[in-house]
Structure formats: C-alpha cells, structure tokens
C-alpha cells in the first residue's frame, strides 16, 4: 500500500519568542509559526536562533546535524552578507562626497534599519504519527533527502542566498531549519544590491516555491528509501503558515476516541458474556415455582436474587460504556464539520483579501503614477520659477539702462526726442513691448528702479544693521 506523507515548508522561526508564538507554534501542524514578532531582524534575533538550532543550551547535540554552515549561524550569515553585498557597498561610496553617507559595514547597517536581515525557513517531511515507530537508522537516512532540498531551494529560489542549514533528530519528526538572506538586485535607491525579504517572498511567489519543493523532496524521499511513496494533497490555506487552534481540542478527542474504542471492545465481551447470562437468567425465571398459597406468585431464592442483582449491574454498565463511546463518536462528527465549516469560511475570507490586496496594490501603482507626475510637474515649476526670477531681474535692469541713458548728462544738449535710446523707447511702447509703466519710468528719472543685485546688497546691509545692534 502506498504511504502517503504531509509535507511542510514554512517561512518564519518558532525559537526563543513571545508565550503567544509559541502557543501558536504549538498549535500548527509543523510545530511553528510566522508571526511577525518571529522576524529576524538583528544579531540579537539571529543568535537566539543560533542556540535554538545548534542546541547550544542542552546536551542533544548528537541529534543534530548541520549540513550546510558552521556551528556559528550568526558568523555564517555575516559571511553571506561579505560574499553578496561588499561589491555593491564599496560601489556606492565610491559614489558618495560626503562621508556621513557611506557606509562601513552593511550588516550592522541592515541591523539598524528594523527589516528583516535574514529568513529562516522550516522543512519537514511527514508528521509526529509517520514518524513516532521509525527507528534512529531510518530517521538518519533523511539526511540525504534534506541535503537535496537545500540543491533544489538554490535552483528554485536563487536570490536566497543559503548560511546555514541543520537537521534535528530530537523532535517528533526528522526537520530542517534553513537559515539565510533573500537578496534582490538592481535597487534604484542606496546600494544597488540589497537584503530584501518581501521581494523574494511574496504571497505569489511562496505558493509557486512551495509546490516545486515539495515535488522534488519526495522525488528525493523516494530515491533514497528505495519506495514509491506520495505526498498527502495540500490543504487550502497552507501556502503561508495558519494558527489552527482547534488542533489541540482535535489531536485531544481522537486521542479519547481510540481509548474508548477499547472500552468499546471490552463492552463486546461483556456483551456476549451478558447473553449467556441472559439464557440463564431466562431459564432460572422459567424454573420458579408457585407459592402455595397464591400461584400467582412464585419462590425465588437470596442466591438467585444475587444473580439477577449481578445481571442488572453487567447491563447498567456495558450500556453506560456504549453510550459514552456513541456520544464520543458524535462529539468528533460535530466537531470536524464545525472544523470543516471554519476551513471553508477561512478559503472564503482569503480569497476575499486575495481581492482586496489586488485592489490596494493597483491604487498604490495608480497613486505612484500620480506621485512621480507630481514630483515632476514640481520640479518643472521651480525651473518657471527660476527662470521668470531671472527674467525679472533682466527686464529691470533693461528699464533702469534706458532710464540712465536718457537723462545722461553728456546727452544734454542733444534734444530728449532726438536721443537714440528715447527713439528705441518710443519704438518699443509703440509694438507694445514696454507697457505704460515701463515708459513713465523710463522718461522719469524720479522713478527708482533696484535691480535684484541692488535689492540683494541693501538686504545684505539691513541684516548687517541689524546684527550689529543684537550683538549681546
């Protein structure tokens, strides 16, 4: 008969957290979590996992083997960031004049900017009831299967750049902890390349990681077991880790339903054993004799009122025993269509923010469209702006020539009319180039015109006044 086996692949971490994570992780099929308080964000987070992984805080570590990495996850993870991320930093402060902006080393840099520095992501083949009769050799031999799923996450996911993976052996089931650093490339902004967890794994993208993975490990758990085994069919919602914490009141009663069974069994016997007694009990009634005295009554003796009194008792109890088990049975029936009812209404609320989440992202494209049209269109106002500033300036100074020029005194005896630049004034309010105003100003020479460079020097000297009379 083929075994068919539950395949887990979860991103997140389940070490050293909040009560409340790990009661969730608890609750969960794989035994852990992706609760955001679980991210690992700094060094600090990376080390609680360091000791978590590499069991640095018992005395189990034969039951854990590292196939990928050293004993130092917080060392191999900073080697990552050396190997991936050096170039792209000393590229980018090559490009930068002011020393404030470089930056000296970019782990500590990424430590500092609370985003996600690394990913740790759980594997597990088949669950605590596949595992729980397979002795240490047959659980060792996962080793090979493991080493092929860390081959086949470097060729499905290549921006997941691999510090460290490690099996334990001392759990419920044969697992692996990958621990490394989603990399994505050509950034617009700072470093070109940069650690960037929510662009590698995107809701998308998990799904499709997911399903390869899951393929090629039983392909991998197959070869090496020498079977033709299959995996069990996903259930919807396990794309992404879920808190099901109807598990415990479930894996409870199933528990009880198995004891009571045998309660169940025991009851047959007892049952069997009760017709027997019946046939008896039947006959013993048959047999009474008539009272003398009313023959509608008859003769019973004290030992066959024991008898019937043991009878009694035997039914009361195998009745009270199959009827705790029926209940049992109704409470499991009950409870898996109320299990079954949530899962289809959980399907239902995901599809629904599936929806809205398509919806909020193509507002957030609209509104960047709209954005960068606004930044642009800013950035051409400001050049109208400069550019009318510098227009003012010039067309002040063109009045304030024409203005000197006119009344200069070595002009004096040359008629105002007959003056070259009252002739080129004249001509220029007749196409209507100098306005009303321009012309009383040019053939006014009471009229004060300041070019922007005057303005500027007489504010240079109104705040120069006005510093020295604030000098305490």
């Given amino acids: 008969m083929e075994q068919e086996l539950a395949y887990s692949f979860h991103l997140g971490s389940d070490k050293n957290k909040s009560k409340v994570a790990k009661k969730t992780a608890k609750g969960n099929v794989s035994g852990t979590t992706s609760l955001s308080n679980n991210a690992i964000q700094n060094a600090n987070d990376l080390s609680r996992a360091n000791k978590h992984n590499l069991r640095d805080y018992d005395n189990q ?35 930068q004049t002011r020393n404030d902006r470089k930056i000296n080393n970019y782990f500590e840099k990424a430590c500092t900017l609370q985003n996600d520095i690394a990913c740790e992501i759980i594997i597990e083949l088949g669950d605590m009831d596949f595992w729980q009769d397979k002795d240490d050799e047959y659980r060792f031999k996962m080793i090979d299967v493991y080493n092929e799923q860390i081959q086949d996450l470097d060729k499905i996911v290549p921006n997941f750049k691999v510090a460290n993976a490690t099996i334990h052996f001392d759990e419920t089931s044969p697992h692996m902890h990958v621990i490394g650093v989603p990399v994505i490339d050509n950034c617009k902004k700072g470093m070109k390349k940069q650690v960037g ?45 879920i808190n099901v914490k109807e598990m415990d009141n479930y894996r409870e009663i199933k528990k009880r339903l198995e004891q009571q069974k045998q309660k169940l069994e025991n009851a047959n016997k007892r049952t069997k054993k009760l017709d027997n007694s019946s046939k008896g009990i039947i006959e013993l009634l048959d047999n009474l004799k008539p009272m003398p005295f009313n023959k509608n009554n008859s003769q019973i003796s004290n030992e066959n009122i024991e008898n019937i009194k043991d009878y009694i008792k035997d039914v009361t109890d195998v009745t009270q025993t199959v009827r705790s088990v029926n209940d049992l049975n109704m409470s499991i029936k009950d409870f898996e269509h109320a299990t079954s009812k949530i899962e289809s209404e959980n399907y239902s609320l995901k ?17 960047s469209v709209k954005d960068k049209a606004i930044i642009k269109l800013s950035s051409a106002l400001e050049t109208a702006k400069t550019e009318l500033s ?14 000197m020029k006119i009344f200069d005194e070595k002009y004096y005896d040359i008629p105002e009319d007959k003056r070259s630049y009252t002739l080129v004034a004249e001509d220029l309010e007749k196409s209507g180039i100098f306005d009303n105003n321009d012309s009383d100003i040019v053939h006014n020479p009471t009229r004060k015109v300041l070019t922007n460079d005057e303005l500027a020097e007489i504010q240079a000297k109104k705040g120069k006044k006005k510093n020295d009379y604030n000098l305490n």
């Fill in 351 to 367: 599809e629904q923010i599936g929806i809205k989440d398509k919806e909020i992202n193509e507002l957030k494209d609209e509104l």
């Fill in 197 to 241: 967890k929510s662009k590698v794994f995107t809701k998308e993208s998990l799904t499709a990681i997911q399903d390869k993975m899951r393929n090629a490990c039983i392909k991998s758990y197959n070869k090496f077991y020498g079977v033709d085994s299959r995996l069990k069919a996903k259930q919807k919602g396990r794309n992404q880790d």
């Fill in 61 to 95: 570590r034969e039951l854990i083997t590292t196939i990928y990495g050293t004993n130092d996850i917080v060392e191999d993870v900073k080697q990552v960031y050396l190997d991936e991320f050096e170039e792209a930093r000393i590229e980018f402060n090559n490009k």
């Fill in 390 to 403: 510098k227009f003012k300036g010039f067309w002040k100074s063109l009045i304030k020539r024409f203005q």
